[in-house]
């Protein structure tokens, strides 16, 4: 039996700038997810659960200065390059690639199927300057585009905070950003992919939760889990929990979708019904 091929680096690394003014690189580290764990050991299964295929590490140094690193990662697809990205949103727009945010010396974006990472280990107007230009060199030799997911498309417009949207495919991404259950009560182990989003509204934020299952039977089971963990006295309708706030669930074809923390039962179900009409109807597109 032959040995499966392990992706090639060099069309990541050529993406890759090989100085930054004065710092010049050393010797690219390369890194797959069998042996991500030992380059970053905590965040390794947050780059896991998006199906990474292959990471290549560039440092560059120059005596008496902080070092920049470059982690470019190939994640197979726009939508899991999109997703890592959404992972963490703190900081500001720095305008490279598809999305972008700058926080403390630390650059991230993504563009078509790939998710840089670039920092310094120091942040100075110096090496601020370095990191930016690094990721436009970077994003400006990634020569295509890709799509958002088309979940996306699902979330109604109205009240959505789109820049604050997370996409992923795990129930431990799902409990980071939003703590639902110990057990995987959504069975989104057996999901295609999941988005969840912020929602300001009058009555304060609730949030939006879509789930895409292959079949709409498994939709079904997953939507009956919920609610019986989560929802025992609903009979179908949004339900008052402990906090005040209510959150409501429903099935919709291969869908599950639940709104979490509204201000009231009618703000929960108009949400459900905009997502049903989204869709059975004409979608607005997410760029």
């Known amino acids: 039996m032959s040995r499966p091929q392990k992706p090639d680096p060099g069309p990541l690394a050529s993406f890759i700038p090989r100085t930054a003014g004065p710092w010049l690189s050393e ?13 970053i050991d905590g965040a390794g299964e947050v780059y896991r659960s998006y199906n990474m295929k292959l990471l290549v590490a ?13 982690d470019a990662f190939d994640m197979g697809s726009p ?14 727009d720095a305008g490279i690639g598809q999305g972008s945010n700058y926080k403390a010396g630390l650059l991230s974006f993504w563009k078509d199927r790939y998710f840089l990472s670039v920092y310094a280990e120091e942040e100075t107007p110096e090496t601020k300057a370095l990191v930016l230009g690094l990721g436009r060199a970077v994003a400006a030799a990634i020569p295509g585009e890709g799509k ?23 129930f431990s991404i799902l409990n980071y950003h939003h703590f639902v259950a110990d057990a995987d009560i959504l069975r989104l182990d057996q999901a295609e992919d999941a988005v969840l989003a912020p929602y300001e509204g009058g009555g ?3 949030d939006l939760l879509i789930v895409r299952y292959g079949q709409e039977a498994k939709a079904g089971l997953a939507a009956g889990s919920f609610r ?3 929802l025992p006295n609903s009979k179908g309708k ?6 005040g706030r209510w959150t409501a669930c429903r099935a919709l074809a291969r869908y599950v979708a639940v709104v979490f923390d509204a201000a009231s039962a009618k703000e929960a179900e108009t949400r459900l019904d905009a997502v049903s009409r989204l869709a059975t109807g004409p979608r607005p597109g997410w760029k």
């Open 79 to 92: 939508a899991d390059a999109f997703g890592v990205f959404t992972h963490d949103l703190d900081g500001e």
């Open 27 to 39: 010797a690219d580290q390369v890194f797959d997810a069998a042996s991500i764990f030992s380059y």
């Open 238 to 243: 949004a339900q008052r929990m402990k906090n």
């Open 228 to 230: 019986e963990a989560c």
């Open 148 to 170: 958002k997911p088309e979940l996306l498309d699902l979330l109604p417009p109205a009240g959505l905070e789109a820049g604050k949207v997370r996409y992923f495919r795990s």
């Open 58 to 70: 560039r440092r560059f140094h120059k005596d008496g200065k902080p070092d920049l690193v470059v």
């Open 204 to 206: 304060g934020q609730s």
